[in-house]
């Protein structure tokens, strides 16, 4: 499957992304046209459940170009994060030689490091795809590795190369669209920001929120939509350990439908508070009578939508 061209306008990407059912605004809009066009990664930063690793999702489809996942943790390495020897076929290729004899072991040394017995991690694949077509590297949530890994990152973001003792630099033929994440756990080093266009994502206002859910929860009813946007605003205001993201507010809808709701009220609030808040702190806040008091405002509030 050929790939698309990148968007020729911020209007174009605009396009893009609703076509792939994500609802943006226009300075995402300009961030993503941006990083496209002048083939610069794309650091997206913000609270869980905004919609940041679902931008690489929708250029992967709507580019059709491969998605390549590094999903980041404490303690990643290059093993897992860049490449690694295929020692169990070595150790075979090496016994195979000293069987045949006649083989010095300088120049056996020399054949096992080659790119056939290299396994690929998700940065080596993002740099050098096997069907020669770069794809889109979703590096997400970096703050959850440590430094070190970070300051690796620099010679793969700055010059779109690995360098393998063995073999030496491995440079992509063509740049693969990157977009990295991070949840703000801890703060990601200057030096990683200064090679990236930054962005951050924030929850959507009401008016984009809904659209949100009217694409994504089409079955829900329009005054059901409104009253859960509404809801989902309130939260948002109130002083929480984690307010609830966009996937959970589209979480809530589906269980809304699930239990074939068609309007909010007092005590199905309160059983399904689970699928909003995660913490207990903040599930202690929302007794009987402030979820009723919500569930007032969000039904006054929702008509105003």
């Known amino acids: 499957m050929k790939p698309s061209a990148h968007p020729a306008t911020v209007d174009a990407t605009l396009e893009l992304l609703e076509r792939q059912d994500y609802i943006a605004d226009r300075r ?23 919609g940041k690793t679902e931008i690489a999702k ?18 990643l390495d290059t093993a897992a994060a860049v490449y690694e ?5 070595q150790m075979i290729e090496i016994r195979l030689a000293e069987a045949a004899g006649g083989v010095e072991r300088s120049e056996l040394a020399h054949d096992i490091f080659t790119t056939r017995f290299l396994l690929k991690r998700p940065l080596l694949q993002a740099l050098a795809p096997e069907d020669g077509v770069a794809p889109v590297l979703l590096i997400d949530e970096l703050d959850r590795t440590d430094e070190p890994f ?32 991070s949840n703000r756990t801890r703060e990601i080093h200057d030096a990683i920001k200064r ?13 984009r929120e809904l659209a949100i859910v009217r694409r994504k929860c089409p079955r829900a009813a329009e005054s059901l939509a409104r009253e859960i946007v509404a809801f989902t605003q309130r939260l948002r205001s109130m002083d929480l350990f984690k307010a609830p993201g966009i996937a959970e507010t589209l979480d809530w809808a589906e269980a809304l439908l699930a239990l074939d709701r068609i309007a909010l009220d007092p005590q199905t609030v309160a059983d399904t508070l689970g699928v909003l808040l995660k913490y207990q702190d903040d599930l202690a806040q929302l007794g009987p009578d402030v979820a009723a008091t919500l569930v007032v405002e969000a039904k006054a509030e929702g008509i105003r939508l």
């Open 85 to 89: 020897w295929n020692y169990p076929r």
């Open 150 to 181: 970070e300051a690796y990152l620099l010679e793969v973001l700055s010059e779109y190369q690995v360098t393998i003792p063995e073999l030496g630099p491995i440079r992509a033929q063509q740049p693969p669209i990157v977009v990295i994440t």
């Open 58 to 75: 929708v250029l992967a489809t709507g580019l059709r170009r491969r998605l390549v996942r590094l999903q980041c943790y404490e303690g």
């Open 195 to 207: 090679r990236c266009l930054y962005h951050w994502v924030d929850y959507p206002d009401a008016r």
């Open 28 to 50: 995402l809009a300009t961030a993503v046209f941006l990083s496209l066009n002048m083939a610069r990664p794309l650091f997206l930063e913000g609270e869980a459940g905004v």
